[in-house]
């Protein structure tokens, strides 16, 4: 039998104690594309990474071509002539088709770079793979599909023997893609391994031979894409088993009860267009989709924290919202997505961030800060919300997850919002927390909030709404109460892959 | 929040100790170097300790003092501000002007509320033109220094008029003018990032804009208004300076914005933002002026005094980065 391109043993990888990649053991042909598929946070981009260098494996053997290896860098797989192709392009914008293909790998004529053998080179390599692009073109000028055929080209002079390529198609337009299929057929035919980590399963099914289904961080299973469907794959992405729990939700609202929040026709160019619903008094609404689909996009909308247009209405008031402050102002909080990138001020003390959306409410009429309200009313949410350690002067870098996320939520209470927008808020929090956070959203609902919950965790959104948003593309795709939201339901309408009653 | 949930923070939350040492030194170290400089020149000259020679060094410094803590709200706000040095020759120069043709008060106030202006300028086109803080004030500063020299037609302006002199040449209870309205201005704007919400919003915006700004800071007026504070605290300083005597210049100033950052960088203000305070680039600014002072008074060659400042600016920029870097592996 031939020598595997790739052979994993039992890899595992672990980010900050948090298991990413279980007991991988995965076989890849030479000369074959391989997909890696999974839903979000599944694993298939970091094993994409472990192989091809931009990541270590922490357990567990990798083989590429029969070799042991443990890259520390990509530099070294490529020595292996083992290239990536990133998501995010990463070029030289500023800089010719040619040196970007050439970087680092410059030929030489006389110990100086030499152009006209470059050129030639590069030309002959054009000519194999059916493109067409000018050498002397900035890659900034280029379109995307148009850079990623550089990114191509630069594994190519680097005689790459497998190429990983994560979600290359993400950014592409159907022609484009399958223009990058045929590029793939014509390195698969010159016998080049090519790795194809995507949630596309159309796509994944059209061109890749196998197909290997990741699930928090396992490997469930490999399959010829010849004897299995996308919504086969789907079904092993969610397996079937939901091992979590959820506290007791409130009773969804009644019909009549009052509209916290009303968005009518909201639309951004490009990015999202005509969403409309309704968030109801003491009603969880979950929101699903895949990454990319818009979600985070839409309540930054509904926040006004990015430009939009449509109508965004708390509680009946007639407020037109353009800032985040008229946002707070209105009643509505936002938990973003990142907690350290646009959530905390980390060097600074639990109580300064906690009062950091209130000060308006605690400043005297000389502008000082009311410091023994803010001091008794930073302790309060300290305690209601079983923050560790109790010291509100506690910088904030020094906490755990779970407890920088709690403090995110004490900053919001302490506001007194009607709307409460939560964009993954159990991100990068243990199991435990996890249960602490769902009870805390529960108990929003239960005091007449209406809550917004993004999780890209499916069972967390069936487990914890009364009503379930997926998006798709930028728009609302399905609207589904909780009896009719299923896992396949949800699914099927986020990868487009059933026709859904859009409610 | 309640139950089930206690364990797991523990072993998370504890800021790890080995890097005690780095944190500590780059906090306290502003203290720490000004006290040994302090006690070595007491011990090492007579003339150190005495009131005059301590009342003449804060006299001499009270205006890049001043210049120094307007700063350090720019820069704990994420900003930069280098039309310092120009506004303090513009507001000097203007206000001498108008002291000669108008009134030496009504000057001194005019002269103000240039520098308010000037500082309002660069705040909006940092805030809202969105150009780099550093280029912004660098190019406003030509422009300021620019309109200073063709009011003078690169002449000095001498001012006869004694009235003038009030805030340079007089003492009040036997301490100079110029002291008290730095220790009056340090004092205020210790009040103001300290104790209100216009200075917590200061520290908020220079730690996490965007954070900020999803708070409902309106990230922009704040950093607007700490050009403008600068922008006034210079034009302050520039009057001092021009009251002391009794001329307005426009070359006066040339540099000043480069030592008040050495100062504040000094002190321990991170120039990255969101963390500083005023009392550590008044130490800071006492600190570069204790150097000069000691060099003067031991009659060491003052050749050696700019490599001296050169090295110990490296030296606590190093240690701030050193220390945010280690935090941040923690």
Known sequence: ?503 | MSGGTTTVETELAAPRRRWLGINVLRDYGIVIAFMALFITLSIASDAFLTTTNLLNILNQNAPLAIIACGGTLVIIAGGFDLSVGAIFALSGVIAAKLANSVDPVFGLAIGLFVGLGCGIANGLIVAYVRVNPFIATLATGYVFRGIATLITSAFLVSVTNTDFTIIGQYQFAGVDIAIWIFAIVALILTVVLARTAFGRYIYAVGGNAEAARLSGVRVNIVRAATFAISGMCAALAGLIAASKDATGNAQAGLGFELTAIAAIVVGGTSIAGGEGAIWRSVLGILLIALIGNGFNLLNIDPFYQSLVQGLIILIAVGVDVWARASRDRA
């Open chain 1, 1 to 503: 039998m031939q020598t595997p391109a790739v052979a994993l043993h039992q890899v595992g990888k672990r980010y900050a104690g948090v298991a990413a990649l279980t007991e991988i053991n995965l076989s890849i042909d030479a000369g074959s594309v391989h997909a890696l598929v999974g839903e979000n946070g599944a694993g298939k981009s970091t094993l994409g990474k472990i192989i091809s260098g931009a990541v270590r494996h922490d357990e567990g053997t990798l083989m590429i071509a029969g070799h042991e290896r443990a890259y520390r860098s990509p530099h070294e797989a490529l020595r292996d002539r083992v290239a990536a192709i990133q998501q995010e392009i990463t070029l030289v914008p500023k800089r010719s088709v040619l040196e970007n293909v050439f970087l680092g790998v410059e030929l030489k004529s006389r110990g100086l770079p030499s152009v006209p053998l470059m050129r030639a080179r590069l030309e002959q390599v054009q000519s194999g793979m059916g493109f067409n692009l000018r050498s002397g073109d900035l890659v900034g000028h280029l379109s995307v599909a148009d850079q990623q055929k550089v990114e191509i080209l630069r594994a190519v002079v680097r005689e790459a023997r497998l190429i990983v390529m994560d979600e290359p198609t993400a950014a592409l337009g159907p022609d484009e893609v399958a223009g990058l299929f045929e590029t793939i057929n014509r390195l698969r035919r010159s016998g080049t391994t090519i790795i194809f980590v995507s949630h596309r399963l159309d796509e994944v099914v059209t061109i890749a031979d196998r197909v290997s289904v990741l699930r928090n961080g396992r490997l469930v299973g490999t399959y010829p894409t010849a004897e299995i469907s996308p919504a086969r794959i789907v079904e092993q992405m969610l397996g079937r088993s939901l091992e979590e729990t959820f506290p007791d939700l409130p009773p969804a609202p009644a019909h009549d009860a009052e509209v916290v929040l009303n968005v009518e026709g909201l639309s951004r160019a490009g990015i999202l267009s005509d969403i409309s619903f309704e968030l109801r008094a003491g009603e969880i609404l979950g929101v699903a989709g895949l990454v990319g689909s818009g979600r985070t996009e839409m309540v930054r909308a509904i926040f006004s924290a990015d430009h939009h247009t449509g109508v965004v209405q708390v509680a009946g008031g007639r407020d037109r919202l353009r800032t985040p402050r008229d946002a707070v102002e209105a009643g509505i909080a936002l938990l973003p997505e990142s907690r350290k990138d646009s959530g905390l001020v980390v060097q600074q003390s639990v109580e300064e961030n906690l009062t950091l959306a209130n000060l308006p409410r605690l400043r005297a009429w000389w502008g000082g800060v009311r410091r023994r309200l803010a001091r008794s009313e930073a302790r309060e949410l300290i305690e209601s919300l079983n923050i560790r350690p109790r010291n509100p002067r506690r910088i904030v870098n020094t906490l755990s997850g779970g407890n920088q996320q709690r403090v995110l939520f004490g900053k919001w209470l302490a506001t007194r919002p009607r709307v409460f927008l939560a964009d993954e808020p159990t991100r990068g929090v243990d199991v435990g927390a996890k249960f602490a956070i769902y009870e805390v959203l529960a108990g929003l609902a239960r005091d007449g909030l209406g809550v917004l919950m993004i999780s890209s965790e499916l069972p967390e959104v069936l487990g914890m709404a009364h009503r379930v948003l997926v998006m798709r593309n930028g728009r609302i795709v399905a609207n589904l109460p909780r009896g009719e939201a299923t896992e396949d339901a949800v699914m099927h309408a986020a990868f487009g892959t059933k026709e859904e009653v859009v409610a």
